[in-house]
Structures are given as C-alpha cells and as structure tokens.
Nanobody, 125 residues
Framework: VQLQASGGGLVQTGGFLRLSCAVSDLTLDHYNIGWFRQAPEKKREGVSCISRRDHSTYYLDSAKGRFTVSRDSAKSTVYLQMNSLKPEDTAIYYC???????????????????WGQGTLVTVSS
C-alpha cells in the first residue's frame, strides 16, 4: 500500500488549499481515511477522517466549517479542501488509511496502518 500526498504550499491567511492523497493497492471504501497534521514541536493530531464503518466524516473542532474531506473512489484519491486558512494551520499534513473499525469518530492514530509521506502547509500572517 502506498499513499502519496500533495498540494501543500505557502498561502496567506484567509486563503485556501486542496490537498490530495493518491492511494494504491487497496479499495478506499473499505478503509478509514484520515488526514493528520504535525506542527513544529507539537504532537500529531487528527484533522479529518472518513469512517469505514458508515462513511461518516469527522473533524477536529478547529477545522469544522473550514475543512472538507472527500474521496473519489474511482481515482483512489482522497482530498482535503482547506478554506479560511489561519497561521495555526501551518503543519506537515499526512494522509493515512486503516482497517480497524471504530464505534464513532476515526481521528485517533490507532485506526490507521498506512501513512503517506506528508505535505507541508504554511500559512503566512
């Protein structure tokens, strides 16, 4: 299984970016799909995910209303549309997939087995 994240870059406060994650060798519909981020000197945190159990979507509180996760199963690609970006969104963003069922949200790293290499998002003030 390989995950290739892309779409990061430098953007001003209030701007937008769309991250993509191309996934190979698995069927997206059968897996949790997650986006995580890690800012300098901070722990990695779950930003958004799609649960394999019922395909519900979940978001970090600070991402609600600004970020949207989606997937194109035909293209085996996952997206994270990020609008109204803030300097505190600056981080390396990772996509991940995993097969473990959750009874609710899927933002914990414990639900993920495979990780992409990350793409850097920098939001200038």
């Amino acid at each position: 299984v390989q995950l290739q994240a892309s779409g990061g870059g430098l953007v001003q406060t209030g701007g937008f970016l769309r991250l993509s994650c191309a996934v190979s060798d698995l069927t997206l519909d059968h897996y949790n799909i997650g986006w995580f981020r890690q800012a300098p000197e901070k722990k990695r945190e779950g930003v958004s995910c799609i649960s394999r159990r019922d395909h519900s979507t979940y978001y970090l509180d600070s991402a609600k209303g600004r970020f949207t996760v989606s997937r194109d199963s035909a293209k085996s690609t996952v997206y994270l549309q990020m609008n109204s970006l803030k300097p505190e969104d600056t981080a390396i963003y990772y996509c991940a997939t995993g097969i473990k069922y959750s009874n609710g949200e899927c933002l914990s790293e414990s639900f993920y087995n495979y990780w992409g290499q990350g793409t850097l998002v920098t939001v200038s003030s």
